[in-house]
C-alpha cells in the first residue's frame, strides 16, 4: 500500500473519475494503527523506508490524537530468537511469530498508557518497533552483511531504548553489529540521536546464570569500549567507550529469561518462569520510560526522515562486518596508496629518460614490451610485498577477503601508467618528428654562426682589447648574418584578435552593426581581454619555438662570448668548452627541476601528514584546514566540485611546504641532485677522453661518445666539429669543459625553486595524479 501510494503521489495527477483516491489511504491507515494494528515502517522485501507514505500516515494520526509523546520501543536479535513473541506477551500484541523469517523489515505499533498509571510517565503512548531477525538464511554474502548493518542502525537510532535480544548466554553474535551501529552514528552526526540499549538473553535455564556470566559480561563491555575507541579514532570522535555513544550499564541493563516451553512443542505447557521474566522486563522498562519524556509524534516523523537519509548517504561503513574488520580496510587503503606511489615513481623516472632519449634524437619509436620491461623489477616487488602483507599480516584472515580486488587494482594501475606514459612520449616523438626540418635548420644556422664569428675574431684580433670597439662590429655584422641566414624563411606573422574575430564573425553570418554594438557592453569587452592575453602568451612561446628569426636572435648573446672568446686569442679547446658549458647548463637546469619535482612529491607523500595516508584522510585535512581559515566558499566548492577543492588544497600546501615551511630540506634535495649531475658529467667526461685517447679520436668522436654517455639523462644538440678539428689535446680539453662546468653547477646550485614551474614535471601535479584520482 504504502510503495503504491508513494507511486501515484510522485506523479502528482488529479485521480481520475472511476480510479480510487490513493489521498485517503494514509487517513484509513491511521485510524488502523490508532485502533492497535501493527503498521509497516520498513519493507522488508525492498529493504527501504516509503517516507512519503510513512509521513502522510503520521500527519493523519497527528490530525486525529493531537501531537502526542509516545516512548519508542525497538527490539533487536538474530533470527528465531523469540523477539516478536517477548514484546507479544509483554504488550498483549499480536505480531507475526513462527519459524524462519516470520518478520519481514520492521512494523511499528502504539500502545496506549492507561489512566491509571499515566500519571507516572510524560508521556501518552509507547510505540513498539518490531524487526526482522538478523543473519537471515534466507539472504546471503555481502547483501546480508549491509542489510543486516543498515536495518540495526535504523533501529537502534529511533527507539528511546532498544532491547537487543540474544537466544542463549553468548552475546557474540550481536558484538559485530553494534560495533558497526556504534560506528554508524559516529559517522552521521547531523542527526541528533541519544539512544540505549539493554540485553535480553532468552532460553537461560540456570537461574544462577547472571552471577556466572559476570565475567563474560565484564569482557562483553571491555570489547565494545575497545571497538568504539577504534571507531572513535576513526572517526575523529570524542568517544571514550561504548556508553558515551549508546547508553548501557552493563550491571543493571543485562536480563535473563527462562525458555518459554516446559517440554517440547506441541503438547508442552507454558513456563509460568516465562511469564515472570516478562513481567519483570516490562517493570525494568517502564521504569526506565519514566525517566524519559520521550518524543512528540511530530518529532518521531522528521526522526525517521532524517535517520532514513542518513542511512542512505552513508554505504561505507554498512558493507564492513565490525569496526576492526574497518581499521584493517583503511590500513589497506594506505598500504595501496604506498604500492601505486612506488609504481608511479619509477614510472616517472623512465618517462623522463625516455623523454630526454628523444630529445637527443636517439629514439624512434616507444614499444609497450620495453615499458613493461623497464618496469618489470619495481613491479615484480610490489608483488612480492602485497603477498607477505596479505600472508603475514596479524589480520590476515580479515584481509583475504579483499586480496584479489586490491591485486586487480594494483595490475590495472600498472598498466594504466605503461599505457599513460606511451601516450605521452608518442606525442613527444610526433612532436619531434614534426619539427624535424626546423631543427635541421637550427643547427645549420648553428654551425654557421660558429664558423661566422671564429672568421670574424680572426680579422679583429689585433683589436681584442677594445671591448667597445669589438661590441660595435659584431653588432654591424649581426644583423647581415640573420638576413643572409633566414632570407628564404617567411616569418611568423603577429596576431590581431579583434580583426580576426570580427572577421569571423562576419563570416559566420552575424551583422557588421550588431558586432559593434556588443563591444561596447562590458561582459563582451572583459571575456575579449581575457581571450587576447592568453592567446597573444600563448602565440609568442609558438614564435619563440618556431619561428627561425626569432631563434637567431636569440643566440646573439652566445655567439658574441664566441667570438669575444676566439678574439682574445683563446684556442679552440677553450670555445668548445664554453660552448658546450652553455648547452650543458639549460639541460642540468631542466634535468635537475624535474627530478627535484619528483623527489619533492615523493617527501611529501612519505612524510607530510595530509598526504601520506588515504583518501579519507586526504579529505579530513582539507576540511581542517578549510575550518581553520574559517572558509565558506571553500567548502561550497567541496560540495559541489569535491575534486577542484583537493586540487587547489595540495597546490597551497606544496607551496607551503616548499617556499615556507621546509624550505631547506627542498634546497638539499634540489642540491643534491645538481652534485648527482655534477658526478655523472665528470665521469662521462673522463670515459669519453680516455676512449678518444686510446682509439686517437677526433673532436668529432669525442662529443659523439660524450653524447651518448649522458643521452638518458640531459639533452645535448649537435655541435659541428668541422670548427674544431684543430684540436688534439683532449685532456686540456676536458680541464676546460671541467672549468665551465663548476660555474654551471654553482650557477644552478643556488636557482630558485620557483624555476620548477617552468618544466614538465611540478611537485603539485604529481601529487594530484597520486591523490585526487578518487575524487
Not at 500484541?93 to 489512566?115: D, I
Request: glycine share 4%; charged share 30%.
Amino acid at each position: 500500500m504504502g510503495q503504491i501510494y508513494e507511486a501515484h503521489a510522485s506523479l502528482q495527477k488529479q485521480t481520475q473519475r472511476g480510479q480510487p483516491d490513493w489521498s485517503k489511504y494514509p487517513e484509513l491507515a491511521a485510524e488502523l494503527m490508532i485502533s492497535g494494528h501493527p503498521m509497516e515502517l520498513m519493507d522488508g522485501d525492498a529493504g527501504h523506508v516509503p517516507l512519503t507514505w510513512i509521513s502522510s500516515l503520521l500527519d493523519e494520526v497527528i490530525k486525529k490524537l493531537g501531537d502526542k509523546r509516545v516512548f519508542v520501543l525497538s527490539v533487536l536479535g538474530v533470527q528465531s530468537s523469540g523477539k516478536s513473541t517477548m514484546l507479544n506477551a509483554m504488550f498483549g500484541l499480536q505480531f507475526a511469530v513462527g519459524a524462519g523469517r516470520c518478520t519481514r523489515g520492521a512494523f511499528m505499533q502504539l500502545v496506549k498508557v492507561s489512566e491509571e498509571i499515566k500519571k507516572d510517565f510524560q508521556f501518552d503512548y509507547v510505540l513498539v518497533v518490531d524487526t526482522e531477525g538478523l543473519r537471515a538464511l534466507e539472504l546471503e554474502g555481502n547483501a546480508t552483511l549491509h542489510h543486516d548493518n543498515e536495518l540495526a542502525t535504523f533501529v537502534v537510532g529511533l527507539g528511546n531504548m532498544t532491547l537487543i535480544n540474544i537466544f542463549g548466554e553468548n552475546p557474540a553474535e550481536m558484538q559485530d553489529v553494534l560495533q558497526i551501529v556504534v560506528q554508524a552514528f559516529m559517522r552521521m552526526k547531523k542527526v541528533k540521536l541519544s539512544p540505549s540499549c539493554a540485553f535480553v538473553h532468552q532460553n537461560v535455564t540456570d537461574i544462577a546464570a547472571a552471577e556466572k556470566n559476570m565475567d563474560g559480561k565484564r569482557r562483553l563491555q571491555e570489547k565494545l569500549d575497545q571497538m568504539a575507541k577504534l571507531a572513535a579514532k576513526e572517526e575523529v570522535c570524542d568517544a571514550e567507550c561504548f556508553s558515551d555513544v549508546i547508553a548501557f550499564d552493563v550491571q543493571k541493563d543485562v536480563k535473563y529469561f527462562a525458555q518459554l516451553w516446559e517440554g517440547s512443542p506441541p503438547m508442552a505447557p507454558p513456563n509460568p518462569g516465562y511469564s515472570e521474566s516478562i513481567q519483570e522486563l516490562k517493570t525494568f522498562i517502564l521504569s526506565k520510560a519514566s525517566k524519559s519524556a520521550g518524543i512528540t509524534l511530530s518529532q518521531f516523523k522528521s526522526k525517521i526522515d532524517d535517520l532514513w537519509n542518513a542511512l542512505m548517504n552513508e554505504n561505507f561503513v554498512f558493507s564492513f562486518k565490525n569496526t576492526l574488520e574497518i581499521a584493517v580496510y583503511r590500513k589497506l587503503e594506505v598500504q595501496y596508496g604506498n604500492w601505486t606511489w612506488a609504481l608511479r615513481s619509477n614510472m616517472l623516472t623512465i618517462e623522463n629518460q625516455l623523454h630526454t632519449t628523444i630529445k637527443n634524437g636517439n629514439l624512434d619509436k616507444v614499444e609497450l614490451n620495453y615499458l613493461h620491461k623497464e618496469m618489470n623489477k619495481t613491479y615484480e616487488e610490489i608483488k612480492k610485498a602485497m603477498t607477505t602483507y596479505f600472508d603475514d599480516d596479524r589480520d590476515k584472515e580479515m584481509l583475504v577477503q579483499w586480496r584479489g580486488q586490491f591485486e586487480n587494482k594494483i595490475k590495472e594501475f600498472h598498466d594504466e601508467q605503461v599505457r599513460g606514459v606511451k601516450r605521452k612520449l608518442d606525442e613527444v616523438l610526433q612532436q619531434k618528428n614534426a619539427c624535424k626540418k626546423l631543427d635541421d635548420k637550427k643547427t645549420e644556422f648553428e654551425n654557421k654562426l660558429l664558423q661566422k664569428s671564429k672568421e670574424l675574431a680572426h680579422q679583429l684580433k689585433d683589436k681584442a682589447k677594445d671591448e667597445e670597439e669589438l661590441k660595435k662590429h659584431f653588432d654591424s655584422v649581426w644583423r647581415g648574418w640573420v638576413k643572409e641566414l633566414t632570407a628564404d624563411i617567411k616569418p611568423i606573422g603577429d596576431i590581431n584578435l579583434k580583426d580576426d574575430q570580427s572577421t569571423i564573425l562576419q563570416e559566420l553570418g552575424f551583422d557588421p552593426s550588431l558586432i559593434d554594438t556588443s563591444e561596447v557592453f562590458g561582459k563582451y569587452t572583459e571575456i575579449s581581454d581575457v581571450a587576447e592575453s592568453w592567446l597573444s602568451e600563448s602565440h609568442k612561446k609558438f614564435k619563440e619555438n618556431n619561428d627561425a628569426l626569432s631563434y637567431v636572435e636569440s643566440k646573439k648573446t652566445q655567439y658574441y662570448n664566441i667570438f669575444r672568446s676566439f678574439c682574445k686569442g683563446n684556442s679552440s679547446a677553450v670555445v668548445l668548452g664554453e660552448l658546450m658549458c652553455e648547452k650543458l647548463k639549460v639541460s642540468t637546469v631542466e634535468a635537475v627541476c624535474n627530478k627535484t619535482a619528483i623527489d619533492l612529491a615523493g617527501e611529501m607523500k612519505c612524510r607530510f601528514p595530509a598526504f601520506s595516508g588515504n583518501r579519507l584522510n586526504l579529505e579530513k585535512h582539507l576540511l581542517k584546514s578549510l575550518a581553520e581559515k574559517e572558509d565558506f566558499d571553500g567548502f561550497i566548492t567541496y560540495i559541489r566540485h569535491p575534486r577542484k577543492q583537493a586540487e587547489a588544497f595540495i597546490k597551497g600546501e606544496v607551496q607551503k611546504y616548499i617556499f615556507t615551511d621546509n624550505t631547506d630540506k627542498a634546497r638539499n634535495i634540489l642540491k643534491k641532485n645538481v652534485d648527482d649531475i655534477k658526478t655523472l658529467v665528470r665521469r662521462a667526461l673522463f670515459d669519453a677522453t680516455e676512449k678518444v685517447k686510446k682509439q686517437r679520436g677526433d673532436p668529432d668522436m669525442w662529443l659523439k661518445e660524450l653524447s651518448s654517455l649522458l643521452k638518458d639523462q640531459l639533452t645535448f644538440n649537435t655541435i659541428c666539429c668541422q670548427n674544431f678539428s684543430d684540436i688534439n689535446n683532449f685532456d686540456f680539453l676536458k680541464v676546460e669543459t671541467e672549468k665551465g662546468l663548476e660555474s654551471v653547477i654553482k650557477e644552478v646550485s643556488s636557482l630558485s625553486l620557483d624555476k620548477m614551474e617552468e618544466f614538465r614535471m611540478k611537485p603539485d601535479q604529481i601529487l594530484i595524479d597520486q591523490l585526487c584520482n578518487c575524487c
